[in-house]
């Protein structure tokens, strides 16, 4: 008999059977599935680095910042650590604090919205810009599935640019304009990770960061500049790793507020805090003719969204931030130095395993960040995924997921946050013998066929 249901997924909103939708749920349950397995999949941050203890310092030091700094009665810190609050946020200033420090960046405080990670973030600006079944919005490709999904549930075409090795290529955002308007489409923004981007890897040029705002500017686009991995440049072999040649963001490069800033604490002080941030300081005028900022049209979408950003996660981050005078560049010496050292170890190891001349496999050498994107010899979709955890013991993340189109890709995606160098070892190890028997067994289908 068949079985009885209440609701079918086809009457649902059509992104929640959409891949980019499925595609965390999926890769965490392949992770699940392998708990054995060495993964180079996970961009998540070093778990030896959490400190449980470290919260409740960094409570009590933000606790003492509202008393004495901000001069607030018991009563009031009570309310402010306690109860609902405010939309955009309870550290607001230390986030201005710590972008003037960190980004030679100067903001108004009231032109950021906290949020819950930047996930929300996205999402708020996102609903905010789509106004119209005209809008689409452009994206670096390949690009965060986080980005994809959250354009999905809003009914908001993502229309890909060409990243290349450079980061964006400058020709193509600007084709791509073209061609949205030519078939009667908005473009109302193009989002991009100059830093470290995630799957790719690649950063964005000083020059071409330039040319991207004039670019901007010509076109009359905003810019949605993601920054998650900043902070992790790799420092050259041997030397102790610094910001210096770091380029600034495109949020301290637009003198003509056409960059809206997507920040996150997740990889800089704690993900399960899920606190991020907004900083959308463009000049919003109404009906009325009032001016007001973007940052507050956000903080009316946040409201119906998820209210506030919980104050205690908030106070955990800002006592962290308070910590360290505001500077993350300071707060994440260790972590930076631990990233960078992978980085090097693995991009090292691939080099020792698939020798140039010898191998068909390539990847590129990120400055910095999580990721290293390995192009190999055979198309690699989700079964080759299984094939690898459950016969080499090797999680990764295909690159497939982080295409709109779903065409099938060579090239995997390797993040070294989670792991040590004797675990990037073993799953390279692992990766040169999959590789090896892949390339075997395609062979020998294809004498066959
Ligand atoms: C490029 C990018 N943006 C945003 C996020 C999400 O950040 P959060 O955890 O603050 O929501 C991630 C997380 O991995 C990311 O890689």
Request: net charge neutral.
């Amino acid at each position: 008999m068949a079985e009885t249901v209440d609701l079918r997924v086809a009457d649902l909103h059509p992104a929640v059977d959409d891949p980019a939708l499925n595609s965390m749920n999926f890769l965490n349950e392949v992770a699940q599935h392998y708990p054995d397995a060495v993964s180079l999949a996970a961009g998540r941050p070093y778990e030896e680095f959490f400190d449980v203890g470290a919260l409740h310092r960094h409570l009590e030091r933000f606790r003492r910042h509202l008393a004495d700094d901000l001069g607030q009665s018991p009563a009031q810190v009570h309310r402010t650590l306690l109860q609902y609050g405010r939309t955009k946020g309870i550290v607001h200033h230390l986030v201005a604090r710590n972008l003037a420090v960190d980004e030679q960046l100067t903001v108004d405080p009231e032109a950021i919205v906290v949020t819950v990670g930047c996930q929300e973030a996205m999402f708020l600006v996102l609903r905010a810009l789509r106004a119209d079944p005209r809008d689409v919005l452009l994206a670096v490709a390949p690009t965060y599935v986080g980005l994809t999904g959250a354009a999905r549930l809003l009914d908001l075409p993502v229309r890909p640019v060409r990243g290349g090795p450079a980061g964006i290529d400058l020709s193509d955002l600007r084709e791509q304009v073209r061609l949205a308007r030519a078939a009667g489409l908005r473009p109302r923004a193009c989002y991009v990770m100059p830093d470290f981007a995630n799957p790719s890897g690649t950063s964005i040029g000083l020059a071409d960061r330039r040319r991207l705002l004039d670019l901007a500017a010509e076109e009359d686009l905003l810019l949605l500049e993601d920054n998650p991995y900043g902070l992790f440049p790799a420092a050259e072999p041997g030397r102790p790793p610094t910001q210096s040649g770091r380029p600034p963001t495109l949020k301290a490069l637009d003198t003509a507020r056409r960059v809206v800033y997507l920040g996150s604490f997740a990889k800089t002080v704690l993900p399960g805090a899920r606190v991020g941030y907004v900083v959308a300081d463009q000049r919003v005028a109404g009906a009325d003719g009032t001016v007001g900022l973007l940052a507050d049209q956000l903080a009316k979408i946040k409201s119906m969204v998820t209210v506030n950003t919980s104050p205690i996660a908030q106070a955990v981050v800002g006592g962290a931030l308070l910590e360290h005078g505001c500077s993350l560049v300071a707060a994440t010496v260790r972590e930076r130095a631990a990233y960078g050292r992978n980085l090097r170890h693995l991009v090292d190891g691939l080099a020792r395993r698939f020798p140039a001349g010898t191998s068909p496999v390539r990847w590129n050498v990120p400055a910095g960040g999580f990721f290293v994107v390995v192009t190999v010899p055979f198309g690699v979709d989700d079964a080759l995924l299984h094939r690898s955890a459950r016969g080499y013991g090797l999680l990764w993340t295909p690159m497939a997921h982080f295409y709109d189109d779903g065409a099938p890709v060579d090239a995997l995606r390797l993040s070294v946050s989670a792991v040590t160098p004797e675990q990037i070892d073993l799953g390279l190890d692992r990766l040169a013998a999959l590789v090896a028997d892949e390339t075997a067994r395609r062979a020998a289908n294809a004498e066959v066929g």
